[in-house]
């Protein structure tokens, strides 16, 4: 199917991209599915005498913001100094990649989380890596809302979701409760929120972050939400800094101050990483559900329903 599917892309390429650019392009070549992208699909391909590039495919159900809106938004941010792949192009249209999609300049780096954890030749990076993710999450809060982001209210989604999956989980339900008791006052002014600021998500390499990725949950919010979503300890992957599993809450919060001009009630930040937990089991819940009913069937998804004991722990030894 890869080779199919890269082959109608190659034809295709060129009309979109010569569009973009305003003048005619080459056939791309070196055409490659590249692995990640948990929904989206992601094909890097090279122009002759332009360098790589990367496609994303949106994913057939909907569960993101428009291609358009995603790219306009990931536009302002590189404005307010957020490292991010430039964009060329995007179009909410199915045609002609018989999906919305959006083409991006390629940045060298790894996202793996396995490796950026690990790899001895990642070591500097990691050094820096919690303060890269305050200095870039403070440009994110500092750059300009696009006109079509929605402003959610996030325990009411998820409460909304779980209760639409019908399961009954005791200890998701005292934690709703728990966290619409102790709920931190709104910010006067939402910001922009990245909205799945994590490891898997940042590009690094031997100097430090390279770039910010998947931007197709971006929203307005409280800008302390991406920092609670990087501390959760679903994305630590088995590490015991807070940070990502790599560095430290302090880093994290002067460097984000240093750029925002705003300090992190540390109580919020302990609020927003508790949401994040739960958040994160309600959507195990929701993989496993897709399972379940025989939408989709598949032992990755079932795993990952297994998971949701791991998030009970998790909530029992945070909230009070």
């Given amino acids: 199917m890869s080779t199919g599917t890269a082959r109608v892309l190659a034809d295709r390429l060129p009309a979109v991209l010569g569009e973009a650019f305003g003048e005619p392009v080459g056939p791309p070549h070196d055409v490659d599915l590249l692995s990640g992208g948990a929904s989206s699909q992601l094909w890097a391909f090279s122009l002759p005498g332009r360098g790589r590039y990367v496609l994303r495919l949106a994913p057939p159900v909907a569960t993101r913001v428009p291609m358009t809106t995603e790219a306009a938004a990931i536009a302002a941010a590189a404005r307010a100094g957020v490292p991010v792949p430039a964009v060329v192009c995007a179009s909410d249209a199915r045609e002609p990649f018989g999906a919305a999609f959006l083409v991006m300049e390629h940045v060298e780096g790894e996202a793996r989380p396995a490796r950026v954890l690990r790899d001895p030749a990642l070591a500097a990076a990691r050094r820096s890596f ?37 399961a009954a989980v005791p200890t998701f339900e005292w934690a709703f409760r728990v966290l619409e008791r102790d709920r931190p006052p709104a910010p006067d002014r939402p910001t922009v929120v990245h909205g799945d600021f994590r490891l898997g998500n940042l590009l690094v390499d031997e100097h430090g972050l390279r770039a910010v990725l998947d931007w197709e949950l971006v929203h307005l919010g409280d800008p302390v939400e991406d920092l609670g979503w990087l501390c959760a300890k679903a994305w630590r992957f088995g590490a015991r800094p807070p940070v990502g599993g790599i560095g430290q809450r302090a880093e994290l919060l002067d460097a984000y101050e240093e750029v925002s001009g705003t300090r992190v009630d540390e109580r919020a930040l302990a609020w927003w990483e508790a949401f994040s937990a739960l958040k994160w089991g309600v959507i195990c819940l929701v993989q496993a559900s897709r399972h379940l009913v025989g939408g989709e069937r598949s032992v990755e998804l079932a795993a990952i329903g297994r998971r949701v004991a791991e998030v009970e722990l998790d909530l029992l030894e945070v909230l009070p």
Wanted: hydrophobic residues 45%; negative net charge.
């Fill in 130 to 166: 919690a303060a890269d993710c305050g200095h870039a999450l403070g440009a994110v809060a500092r750059s300009e809302p696009v006109p079509a982001l929605e402003l959610p209210d996030q325990v009411a989604h998820y409460r909304s979701v779980l209760d639409d999956l019908g």
